[in-house]
């Protein structure tokens, strides 16, 4: 199967297109990006269908369980977002209506489940079907490399266009964990928790031998933190609820087959139009 992180399709069809928050403010991006969007998934289905099988839509929900365990989950995320209000608005009522259509229209599996991130769908689709058949995941996120540790799991990263190589991915996930992941708003282990979202403050540094004497333990005033960057981080971690919820809604029949002509005529998608046997 072939897992497509959808929302990063989407944000690298818009971000490749408007270079800047006056362009999108200034035309209609609908058409253009539903364009840029399509021709991802007939690039992708052309290049590695042979070899993994059919495509897989891996959408994010809202309210995501992970800010039960962590309310700065993701935090720093919306007060970038104020920033610029009214451009980012516009890119997510974007991404909202684009989703919605792939899932009414588009010939391909759609799993989207409440309180979960599409990376909650791809680790737990791919940490499953692995040992029967081959997965590749297709997005830009860093944090994947730690589901290479299963056989017959690969990446393909669109941005970079090339697949993903992680030589020790054990290693490189107890490094995430240790390290925290900014871009989510997650500290590393030696910070406090706001550190993210306070202006001004700074997280305490951890040196390549500090997390070298970490591999062997950590120290007991850091495992509180530890063991919370693990649950946010660790995709092992994922609610068993919510794993049995992916693999339900996944073994639904599909049923969006015979509704992409008419999508694309609607839309005068008239050059995918063309391609229409190749999605």
């Not at 120290?219 to 981080?233: G, H, M, V």
């Not at 660790?234 to 609820?241: A, T």
Request: aromatic letters at 12%; one cysteine or more; glycine letters at 2%.
């Amino acid at each position: 199967m072939i897992l497509v992180d959808n929302s990063q399709i989407i944000l690298a069809s818009i971000f490749s297109h408007y270079r800047n928050p006056e362009q999108i403010l200034d035309e209609d991006p609908l058409n253009i990006i539903r364009h840029i969007t399509l021709n991802t998934y007939r690039f992708i289905k052309e290049k590695f269908n042979n070899q993994y099988g059919d495509i897989v839509i891996c959408q994010d929900s809202n309210n995501y369980w992970r800010k039960d365990v962590f309310p700065h989950y993701k935090a720093n995320r919306k007060k970038t977002q104020q920033d610029n209000q009214e451009y980012w608005d516009q890119i997510f009522a974007s991404m909202r209506q684009i989703n919605e259509e792939i899932a009414e229209n588009m010939p391909y599996k759609n799993i989207k489940i409440d309180r979960c991130e599409a990376d909650d769908v791809i680790a737990v689709l791919a940490k499953h079907y692995s040992p029967s058949e081959k997965v590749l995941i297709v997005s830009n996120d860093k944090d994947f490399q730690q589901l290479l540790y299963y056989q017959n799991v690969d990446i393909y990263s669109p941005l970079k266009k090339l697949m993903v190589k992680c030589d020790n991915p054990t290693s490189f996930l107890f490094e995430q964990i240790v390290r925290g992941d900014p871009s989510d708003g997650i500290p590393n282990i030696l910070s406090d928790a706001d550190t993210l979202i306070v202006e001004n403050k700074r997280q305490k540094p951890v040196t390549s031998k500090k997390l070298k004497e970490y591999e062997s333990t950590i120290p007991d005033e850091y495992k509180d933190s530890f063991a919370r960057n693990q649950l946010l981080i660790d995709l092992n971690y994922i609610p068993q609820e919510y794993v049995d919820q992916i693999i339900e809604e996944y073994k639904k029949p599909n049923i969006n087959n015979h509704k992409m002509f008419n999508y694309f005529v609607e839309h005068k998608l008239n050059n995918l139009l063309k391609e229409i046997t190749s999605f």
